[in-house]
């Protein structure tokens, strides 16, 4: 496996001392940040992996064993890819490969089936790079019937596939509701812009957490940390931001 002592793995004896990539912070606090190290507390023990370059600097990759990752996605032996994020000065420099390769050797080294992740056939701002990906060698192994797509490396032949609840992307509440987690440091302060945008408007919302592997595991809905309905319907798994929030809501 890759040994660059450039990067960092977080563990439960350093994750109190490592910034976490997506939102940079030394000392004033973020409750998007300790939510999410909170998060990472828990799931480290269970094999999930945060790997990251050792700057101040957003260069990560984030993945779990699918059996405990929080995604409606099923699967035997697999990892599921969260996150692979290089983004501002350190792009072009390799490293997105590097913690791939990782990844991979991670995967074959523990014998692992593949490693699977969330696309689109048209790439979204809050998932990983696809094309990126299928330069490795994953391929689309299932599909949803408004565009989303689970991408799959197959090591033995086997592929997930998406639960049958997660492909019918329909429940009965008919106002905005999101689904969300706190595994992105992003997701609190846009559940809180939603919360306040819908109070000043008076716009019914409905805002279900998901704090267990189990309602993960039977979302309505593809899920990576966030999923949006409305009228009933899926939209996205975007995060939202008020130009967003407004075009789902006048439809």
């Known amino acids: 496996m890759n040994t660059d002592h450039n990067f960092i793995n977080l563990t439960t004896e350093n994750l109190s001392d490592e910034h976490v ?11 998007g940040i300790e939510a999410k190290r909170q998060w990472l507390e828990d799931r480290l023990e269970e094999g999930h992996v945060f790997r990251k370059l050792d ?8 993945y779990a064993p ?30 997105a490969r590097s913690l791939m390769e990782y990844c991979l050797a991670d995967a074959k080294e523990k014998g692992k089936s ?5 696309g689109s056939n048209k790439q979204k701002a809050w998932l990983s790079d696809q094309n990126f990906a299928k330069k490795f060698g994953f391929k689309v192994v299932d599909t949803t019937d408004n565009g989303y797509e689970l991408l799959a490396l197959s090591l033995d032949g086997t592929t997930p596939q998406f639960t049958k609840q997660a492909k019918s992307q329909r429940i009965k509440n008919k106002e905005l509701t999101i689904y969300y ?3 992105c440091p992003y997701v609190y302060q846009t559940i809180e812009m939603i919360r306040q945008y819908c109070e000043t408007n008076t716009i019914p919302l409905s805002l279900i957490q998901v704090d267990t592997l189990q309602k993960a ?5 593809v899920f990576n940390n966030f999923g949006v309905f409305y009228k009933g319907t899926f939209e996205t798994v975007n995060l939202l931001d008020i130009t967003s929030l407004k075009r789902i809501l006048n439809k």
């Open 55 to 62: 700057v101040k600097g957003t260069v990560f990759i984030e």
């Open 217 to 221: 595991k039977d979302l309505p809905c």
């Open 114 to 118: 593949g490693i699977c992740m969330l």
């Open 21 to 31: 990539c997506c939102i940079i912070r030394s000392k004033k606090f973020h409750p």
């Open 181 to 183: 987690d706190m595994q």
């Open 66 to 95: 699918l059996e405990t990752a929080w995604v409606p996605v099923t699967g035997n032996n697999y990892y599921y890819l969260y996150c692979l994020w290089v983004a501002g000065p350190f792009k072009g420099k390799g490293y």
